[in-house]
């Protein structure tokens, strides 16, 4: 097959079109992330609480569907058709976003006038209407002749309204928010189809031990940072400079280029991600029913988000029961999949496997575990992060000109591009020395790392000064940390994953590790939560306060990291000696 010879730097050429495939798909992914968080708090003027919490929420159900989409490729659509389908639904996704919520902004009138409203979630369920005057939070409070008392936060009336006049609660009407939730809904599900998928493809291309193969996945790794590094510039300048449907147009037009590229592929990927061979002998397709089924998704993730909405913070002093019994419906099923999975994972090993089969078994699943801490911390970047990009950096560059908050994200992508190379070279050059760390002194040394990240901003606030604003470059500083502990865990626990696994289930093993990072998107929906700081109209109302919030956050996850870090440092000889020898 003359065609199979031709290269791209070296590898086989498909590779080209799946590099191109997932950098397009990434750009749409990161493109609507860097918005979607200031989206949520600006445009739909959800409370912080709310906000990051449904943020967590959505990139839990992101990091979940893999475990599904990955497992009906295998069986039945193969990963090409399977990548297709993701590709079409993530782009009716943030096209919905982008078309569903231009006006959905909550306001109210009064003669005419218009001003922004804010909705505040109580603890206990209730609801309060704020009114944004001038940058003052008015409480809005009907009376019962039919007028309406607008009250400063010092209790005085700053305002009543005769009767009839003020119209309240006017565009944001619930069939915004649904409209908006459905569009997350469908970005979840298709991307369970498209994300584990293309990455399997691009594993088919190597032979069984051809030596390219790490090569090749750091090539696509480059690929995924190329998209995102992009869109994190392109999408929050768009929303800026034009509105918020251009910068999520933007994404979704990059995500249908994405299946454009897959869709019409020119014959270039024949013999790749076909079905399994038994439904290509003229075994049942039941791809359409698949796809039906899979469309079920979007109902369901709609009513946990509800729930998720709807849930309320345990009261003071309610201890570890009262906590789990106020998580959302969402949390439960995502800790309990985890909890009693991971241990019915290790029972079956022990019963199934040897001695040997079960200490490898095991080291994996101590290294997911910890991986959970590590994406809690990592991916505040595109909820709590963001926001004090918002509210407490400087974002001028020095005094030429001026980032956005939601262009901060690109930070990451940049200092993996840059990184990537020089960190490879660096384990090569300390394996010819016999000095490369073993796997779980790299994950130990990424949680410090992602903890010291954080340390290293809230040193940078301790001198923000009067103006209670940190200059960007400690967030640059911070972003630069994180992706270098990023290279320490996210590549080397993929490939650990396939060698330490029993070979029978490491395709479930892959799903556990993607299971472990969801859980840990809704942890970091909880941890930014506890970030919340009082907003009026998407504005923080004092902003000593919000620096002071996220300090005491920042601090106290950056050093809980840290000492887990240590904590795994010294298990380290005995988790390698579990490995037995697996590098
Ligand atoms: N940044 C990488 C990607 O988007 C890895 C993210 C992750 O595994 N949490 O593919």
């Not at 079960?358 to 699943?365: D, K, R």
């Not at 954080?454 to 470059?473: C, E, N, Q, T, Y």
Request: proline share 4%; hydrophobic share 50%.
């Amino acid at each position: 097959n003359p065609a199979a010879q031709e290269s791209w730097f070296g590898h086989p050429r498909q590779l080209a079109r799946l590099f191109t495939t997932e950098m397009w798909e990434r750009f749409g992914f990161y493109g609507m992330r860097a918005l979607l968080t200031l989206y949520l708090t600006k445009h739909f003027v959800f409370g912080d609480r709310e906000a990051t919490g449904l943020y967590g929420g959505y990139t839990a159900l992101v990091y979940l569907t893999p475990l599904v989409g990955g497992w009906l490729a295998d069986q039945y659509l193969g990963f090409k058709r399977a990548v297709k389908f993701g590709a079409i639904l993530m782009s009716i996704g943030y096209f919905i976003l982008c078309f569903g919520g231009e006006s959905a902004r909550p306001i109210a009138t009064i003669d005419g006038q218009r001003y922004a409203v804010q909705v505040d979630q109580s603890p206990s369920g209730g609801e309060t209407q704020y009114l944004i005057d001038n940058g003052r939070r008015l409480k809005i409070q009907g009376q019962e002749d039919g007028s309406a008392a607008l009250v400063a936060a010092d209790g005085t009336v700053a305002r009543t309204v005769a009767p009839g006049k003020l119209v309240a609660g006017g565009e944001r009407s619930d069939l915004y928010v649904t409209i908006m939730l459905l569009g997350l809904c469908l970005v979840s599900v298709g991307n369970g189809f498209f994300k584990p998928n293309i990455s399997t493809m691009v594993g088919e291309l190597y032979e069984q031990g051809d030596r390219r193969r790490d090569a090749g996945f750091t090539i696509f790794y480059m690929g995924i940072n190329l998209g995102s590094f992009l869109s994190q510039l392109l999408c929050p300048f768009l929303a800026d400079a034009i509105g918020w449907w251009a910068g999520f147009g933007l994404a979704a037009a990059g995500m249908v280029f994405s299946w454009a590229l897959i869709q019409f592929d020119g014959g270039k990927l024949n013999g790749y991600g076909e079905p399994p061979l038994t439904v290509r002998q003229g075994g049942r397709d039941r791809a359409l029913g698949i796809y039906a089924l899979a469309l079920l998704g979007v109902p369901i993730f709609y009513l946990l988000f509800i729930n998720l909405m709807n849930a309320t913070p345990p009261a003071p002093g309610s201890g570890i029961v009262g906590y789990i019994a106020s998580l959302s419906l969402m949390g439960k099923l995502l800790f309990g999949t985890f909890l009693i999975g991971v241990p019915a994972i290790l029972i079956w090993s022990a019963v199934k496997g040897d001695r040997r089969e079960f200490q490898m078994m095991l080291a994996a699943m101590v290294m997911i575990v910890f991986n959970v801490v590590f994406w809690t911390l990592f991916e505040q970047a595109g909820s709590s992060l963001t926001l004090f990009a918002d509210r407490n950096t400087d974002l001028s560059v020095f005094g030429l000109f001026s980032i956005s908050a939601g262009q901060t994200q690109f930070f990451n992508a940049l200092f993996i591009i840059l990184l990537a190379p020089v960190m490879s070279a660096l384990w090569t050059a300390l394996a010819r020395r016999g000095l490369e760390p073993s796997v779980p002194v790299k994950f130990a040394i990424a949680l410090v790392g992602v903890g010291a990240g954080f340390l290293f901003l809230v040193w940078g606030a301790s001198l923000a000064g009067p103006s209670f604003k940190v200059a960007i470059w400690w967030l640059a500083g911070l972003y630069f940390i994180h992706s270098f502990a990023e290279l320490c865990i996210s590549p080397v626990g993929l490939s650990m994953i396939t060698k330490l696994s029993i070979a029978r289930i490491v395709g479930m093993m892959m799903g556990v590790w993607f299971l472990s990072i969801s859980v840990a998107q809704y942890v970091a929906g909880i941890v930014a939560q506890v970030a919340s700081v009082e907003t009026v109209g998407g504005q923080v109302t004092n902003l000593k306060v919000s620096l002071d919030t996220y300090v005491g956050v920042f601090w106290t996850i950056g050093w809980i990291a840290v000492g887990i870090g240590l904590f795994l440092l010294v298990l380290s000889p005995l988790i390698k000696r579990w490995m037995h020898g697996v590098k």
